[in-house]
């Protein structure tokens, strides 16, 4: 959608809003193949075979799967050169979660040099919720829902990715030039939520993800109070780290949370999640 006269009356917000929401703005594709790793494995009969032949449908995949199995965390344990073999390895669901990661990853970059920055600090924020809500999943009693948590984690703000992939497309027109401290303001508006909720609908993803995308600045309660109350406590806890596309906030104690004290967490573990997302986000995971 191009700026038009009528637009140049518009506020930002309001340019925004409107490309967003006109009928020829098209929403970001979600990756099949992702998807369908993630939902096969929830079928007791699948077999490596299986998955092998899932990524295989995604050159680019399958050699970031293989360059992954070969990263220097594995260093010593051989060579791989095969698919089968990096899936087993890594495990069906590592696999499974890396191809999300590495889909989505796709989607956080940019041409305009401001949109990018902020871009890279949402995605290291997505990531590190994702890692956290996992880490919450397993130690709170909730282990089975464990990759949903994670998904839950990496998904929550792709409404803020949308709306920066427009803002890049408004500074492209040349029209004015948008600070960082306005797109910051501007993604962290309500627009996000309601964006992400349709794209999670546009790409036909199961519930809980609509919700927790749509309502994870809200009260966690309902049928998905314990993945709500763990996304809210991740942007706690990575504000606090910086982790954000917000300044840190030192003060922030995400021990002493309504959602802390919900998912029954003690400030020396929230310190030792604290600590895996510092090793987590400086190793080389190969994404």
Known sequence: MQATA???????????????????FELPVFSTVALKLQTELSNPDITIEDIEAL??????????ILRMANSAFYKGLGEINTVKRAILRLGAQQVANMAMLISQKQSYVSEDAAVARIMGKLWE???????????????????????????????????????????SDVQKQGTMAVSDQAIVEIING???????HKLITAWALPEPFGAVVRDHHGPADGEHKVLLASVSLMNSVCLSMGFSVLEADSAIMPAATDEANLLGLSEIQLAELEILLEDTLQADLGV
């Open 125 to 167: 924020h997505s990531f590190a919720t994702a890692i956290g809500c996992r880490w919450i999943a397993e130690n709170c009693g909730y282990a089975a829902d464990a990759n949903v948590a994670f998904l839950s984690g990496l998904l929550h703000d792709i409404g803020k990715v949308v709306i920066l992939q427009v803002i």
């Open 55 to 64: 990524i295989m449908e995604d050159a680019s995949l399958a050699g970031q």
């Open 190 to 196: 309500e627009l996000h939520t309601e964006i992400g």
């Open 6 to 24: 009528e637009q140049g009356s518009l506020s930002l917000q309001e340019m925004i809003e409107a490309q967003i929401r006109s009928s020829d």
